[in-house]
């Protein structure tokens, strides 16, 4: 039985579904829940065949825009939490890879779940896109529950 659900987020429609069903989970179980989202790192400059690309801003100012966003989806976690009467923390970690923040935060916060959504896309979609949930799946020890 589950006791603390980590439900990821990146405060799309598609995570949002992964958060209600999470929040559902962990009020039949009586579990609390840790919602997460995941920052990518200031990267300064940006080198593709000679062109150069640096995102708006300073530092600071990425900062304070990263942060932002992941106040406001992490609201939603919150919110869902509150309705349902849902022990909730949330956290946004830094991280160059999304799913490792996610492992390295179930790990750290000794969740025994991981409850997140994804698209569901299969072969070549799959594979060539990539998704954050199959890498998840492929690298966390702790069980995680897919939402689709």
């Known amino acids: ?9 990146d405060g799309s429609k598609l995570a949002a579904k992964g958060v209600k069903a999470g929040v559902k989970l962990a009020q039949q179980l009586g579990a609390q829940v840790t919602g997460v989202y995941v920052i990518s790192p200031y990267v300064p400059v940006l080198q593709s065949d000679g062109a150069r690309f640096r995102p708006g801003g300073s530092p600071q100012e990425y900062k304070k825009l990263s942060e932002k966003a992941a106040k406001k989806a992490l609201a939603a976690v919150q919110i869902e939490a509150q309705t349902c009467g849902v022990p909730c923390a949330t956290r946004f970690v830094t991280a160059y890879r999304p799913w490792e923040g996610i492992v390295r935060l ?3 916060r000794r969740c025994d779940l991981i409850c997140m959504a994804s698209h569901g896309r299969g072969g070549l979609g799959g594979l060539f896109l990539g998704s954050e949930t199959q890498r998840v799946l492929a690298n966390s020890k702790i069980p995680v529950l897919v939402i689709r």
């Open 106 to 108: 179930a790990r750290s």
């Open 1 to 9: 039985m589950s006791r603390h659900i980590l439900i990821p987020t």
